[in-house]
Structure formats: C-alpha cells, structure tokens
C-alpha cells in the first residue's frame, strides 16, 4: 500500500519527502500521520459543554461529579478552559486494538487486516495524551491500562509526551486467571498499567497494607504492631563499620540488654570495655553460628535511647537479640506484580456490572474496580483529588472513586467521558453511575446500599469557530453551562435574556451579562448579596469593564472580571 503512494508522488514531492525525513528524530516512536476527522473539525467548531438538567443527582454536600458525553477529544479541547493543570490523577483504559474491530477511526472499524492500524491507533491516543498532559497538576500521574497487542507502543507514546524521565513504573496485573487463548497458543492472563507523572514533582504513594502484610506484625505494644527482627544485621560485616561492632551485656535471669561504659578507640577503631559484667550478666557480640563477626543493626547511642525496643531470647545454650519492627503507618509502595483475586475483572468486573444492573451482558470487559481503586490510592494520597478518565467505558472509575470517598471520609471528584456508541453513554455509563449513587437491587433481589454523590450529565454541542460577530456572540450564549461548571455555580440566582446569574452553597456568584448596557442591571440583582463574584461580561474587545465594576469592586474585594468570551476564544485558537 505505502509503495502505490509513493508512486503516485511527483518527483518534487518525492524530494520534499526525503528532505522532510532527513529532519526527524532517529530514535523513539515514527508512525505514519493519518489525519482524523475529529481534528479536523476542530478547526471548524468549538466544542462547549450541554447539561442535562434533567439527569442530575445531588443527595450530598460533596464535590460534584462530572459525565460528559462525546469524542473525548472534543471534550479534552472543551476542558481546557475548565481544569488547566488542575487535575490530580488520570486513569485511562483505551481500545486494546485487538483488530476485532472493537474502536473506530474516522467513523470506519479497525480491524486486523488494516494496515495502518498500529499507526491510527498510536494517532488517536497521541492527540488526547497531548490535550491531557496540560490538564494534569504539575505533580499529577497518568495511568493506562493496556494489553500486548499495544504495549510497546503505548509505552514509547507515553516516553513520548510525558518524558523518560517522568516514567514511574509498570504493573503487571493478573486481570484474567482463567486465560484468553490467542492465536498463537499462549494463554494471556495479564494486562499492563503504565505509570508516568507529568513533571519530576510526580510521586507515587503508598498502598493500605493487605491482610498477609499485616500478620507479619502479630505482636502489639503501646506503640503499636511489630515484628520481632535480629538485631545482627544480616549479610554485613564488622569490617563495615567498626563502631556497630560493640559488646551488649546481657542479663540472663531478666533476659534483657544494657549497653555497658565504652570508649571508642580510634587508633585501633575497636570499643574499649571499661566494666566487667555482673554475676548474672554475659557478654554478647554479634557473631553469628559460624563465629562470622557481623554487626549491629542500631549504633550505641540509639540502643541507649530505645534499649526497651531490644528483646532477648535465650535458645539452647545461647542468646538472640531482636528488635521490634514496628509497622509503618504510612502503608506500602505498589509492585509491579498484581495477583490478588480482586483484581479479576470477571469477579469484580464483569460480574460486578451484572449484579448493579441485575442483568447479564452488559458491557464486555469490564475493569476490575479494585484495581481502579489501588491505581487512585498510590497515584495520589491526596482524599480531595480530582480523577479524569476519557475513556470512561463502562463507569469502573466513576463507582471507584465514589466507594474510596465512602471508606475514607474523602471528597474526590471524577470528570468521566465517553462516546455514545451503541448507546454505552445512556444505557451503561450513567445508568451505572446512577446505580451506585442511588442503590440498587442485584441479581439475587439483594437491596444495595447507594454510595451518594453529586453527578452532572453533560453533552458536547458545537458553535462556528470562524470570527464573525454572530459567531461569537453565539459561542458565548452556548458557554452558559460551560461556565457554571467552571465556577461550580448550579444555583439559579437571576436569569433573564442578557443577565444570568449562578450560586453556590459557599456563596460564590456567576455573573454573566451578555450586554454591556445591563451591567448596571445586574449589579442590583446582587444586592444584599455577598461572598465572592465572577464577573463575565460579553465583549467582542476583550474589556473586563473595571470602571463599571468599580464601586462594586471596593464593596466586594473578592471580584474577577474575565474578558468573555475571548478567554475562552484564545484558549481553542491555541490548540490548533
């Protein structure tokens, strides 16, 4: 296919190519550039954002959620304006491109024998990574979850937009027990999650223990759970570090340890002993059984300090010494191997799904919401972040987000996005998000509690993106909701043709007047009004209008004025 092209090429056009080529990078990631129809009318039109009123659920003074419905690239273009390095964690499950023709590229299905295949997906992924690095917090993480067929290049696609050096690490995660069997005979039973942050702020956290980890710390003081751990450090040496190789004194009827009067010795780098033992005292070093010298694991002075942290043991003809390892409170750092049967997506996907909708069939392939879960907890200890996934499939990180909220006390947010094909949106996604918020009734007639939560259900809608008058005045008529959400302002205060104005419950006010000469109008409709105020007053120049909000201002010092709707105008030209 690639050489009928080329012979289709002019010889100006074949030099042109050569000289274009000698330009790009020799190393990373080539692919063949195959323009998309959704990039393209981006050029034509603005995305903005349309809610469904009608679809809301507020039962909670919580975060509100968000669901937005449409191509995720017209929607990471929309959010731009919104959550500009705002966003904490994002956590996306993109087509595996099986070539089981289960994603489309300019309306058409890839499949295995499309010989670009590699190259559209590896285009559709690319563009939505781009819009999406700029959304996240400059200590924000990104993780995709894919399988061999993508792998290599999903790794070197994300190498290329986040940077080698942001690379956090992959999971191995055993998501499939039982098998896929593929056609060249060896059963599957893993998928990869792919970790990079944005910028070299980017860490991950730790993990609550599981049950296993705990048990190790089966013993219990005042301070806490531990572990008893030999106080020889094992697989060092005295020769190490000669001052960790010191004589404890050991009484033998309370089986405890004192260190005695030493002095250092720095010609010969060796403890002087400046008593003998008492009568029920025996010297200990740490020598091992085969009379190995090795060395503590503590120095003097922290074994004076915590000498009550020391437990002796006596076996056989002889002593051990241990110290309490106390658990850490702060959890552990995820591995690379996941193979808990949580993370089973037929047992706590599949399944799971079919038990929400008290049905079967619902969605194929559904993840794991443990996994989805363990993947928010490590990306961020943060109970207030905001999660982002634009390839929300069935709504896993929607319910995992609103459980964590449910086990912590925490108040993250989710902004979900997803396509309608096959009606995924309206008969899965929200559906299932409706479910966990509300409660339900799963396959056994079981009553479920709700989880509770605030969602939003938006939908994208387009304006003319060209520069005419008309044009931008409808882009700000159709910005409305767009802005509500900005502002995170519901609440009808005021609506009327030019004059629209939106609260919340922390008395913060949207103001938008689409009429310079009403502005005096809706100042009195803030009358007896405080708390903070967002002013966006229609102009085709980009005034803030300060002389007209000046009084207003002085009484309110908590007042911004945003030109409107060029911020916004701009903000589109720029991702061009």
Not at 528 to 545: A, K, P
């Amino acid at each position: 296919k690639m050489s009928k092209k080329l012979n289709q090429l002019s010889k100006e056009q074949l030099i042109e190519l050569i000289e274009k080529s000698k330009l790009n990078k020799k190393y990373g990631l080539v692919w063949e550039e195959i323009p998309e129809d959704q990039k393209i009318n981006l050029l034509k039109f603005h995305p903005v954002l349309k809610e469904h009123k009608e679809l809301a659920l507020d039962d909670s003074n919580n975060k509100t959620n968000y669901f937005i419905e449409g191509d995720n690239l017209q929607a990471l273009t929309a959010l731009q304006g919104l959550y500009l390095n705002k966003i904490d964690i994002i956590y996306i499950d993109p087509p595996y491109n099986t070539g089981a023709k289960d994603w489309k590229y300019n309306n058409n299905f890839v499949d295995s024998e499309d010989g670009y295949r590699h190259s559209k997906w590896i285009n559709m992924i690319y563009s939505r990574l781009i819009l999406s690095k700029d959304l996240l917090k400059e200590d924000g993480i990104i993780c995709m979850t894919i399988d061999d067929y993508e792998f290599p290049r999903a790794y070197f696609l994300m190498e290329e937009v986040f940077g080698e050096s942001n690379h956090l690490g992959n999971i191995v995660i055993r998501n499939n027990p039982s098998g896929r069997s593929t056609t060249k005979g060896i059963s599957i039973t893993h998928e990869y999650a792919i970790i990079f942050g944005k910028t070299e702020k980017s860490q991950v956290s730790y993990l609550p223990r599981n049950k296993n980890q705990i048990a190790r710390y089966n013993l219990e003081d005042s301070k806490g759970h531990y572990e008893l751990v030999n106080f020889r450090k094992a697989g060092a040496f005295r020769s190490e570090s000669e001052k960790m190789y010191f004589p404890i004194f050991i009484n033998k009827d309370k089986l405890s340890v004192r260190i005695p009067n030493l002095k250092w010795d720095k010609d010969n780098s060796l403890w002087e002993v400046l008593e003998k033992p008492n009568k029920n005292e025996t010297l200990f070093f740490p020598i091992d059984d085969k009379g190995t010298e090795r060395r503590w694991r503590w120095g003097v002075e922290r074994v004076i300090e915590f000498q009550n942290e020391l437990v002796v043991k006596k076996q056989k003809n002889n002593y051990q010494v241990y110290i309490k390892s106390y658990m850490p409170n702060d959890g552990v750092l995820p591995n690379t191997w996941w193979d808990d049967k949580k993370y089973s997506s037929t047992a706590y996907g599949t399944n799971l799904l079919n038990d929400i909708f008290s049905s079967t069939q619902v969605f194929p392939y559904p993840k794991s919401l443990h996994a989805v879960k363990d993947t928010i907890l490590f990306s961020s200890p943060n109970k207030n972040a905001v999660v982002l996934d634009f390839f929300a499939g069935s709504g896993t990180t929607g319910q995992a987000v609103l459980e964590l909220n449910k086990e912590d006390g925490g108040n993250r947010q989710f902004i979900l996005v997803t396509n309608n094909e096959n009606n995924i949106a309206e008969e899965v996604t929200y559906p299932r998000l409706r479910n966990v918020i509300n409660g339900y009734k799963n396959l056994k007639n079981e009553k479920v509690e709700g989880l509770g939560g605030n969602l939003k259900y938006y939908e994208i809608d387009f304006v003319p993106a060209d520069n005419s008058d008309p044009s931008m005045y409808e882009l700000a008529i159709n910005l409305v909701d767009t802005l509500c959400l900005k502002e995170n302002t519901f609440t009808e205060h005021h609506t009327s043709k030019d004059i629209k104005i939106f609260k919340n419950k922390e008395d913060h006010h949207c103001c938008i007047v689409f009429d310079e000469d009403k502005i005096g109008q809706a100042l009195q409709k803030l009358n007896n009004t405080d708390g903070s105020y967002s002013f966006y007053i229609y102009s085709l120049g980009g005034e803030t209008f300060d002389e007209e909000l000046e009084d207003f201002i002085s009484e309110h010092p908590n007042t911004i004025s945003t030109p409107f709707p060029l911020t916004m105008k701009n903000i589109y030209k720029s991702l061009k």
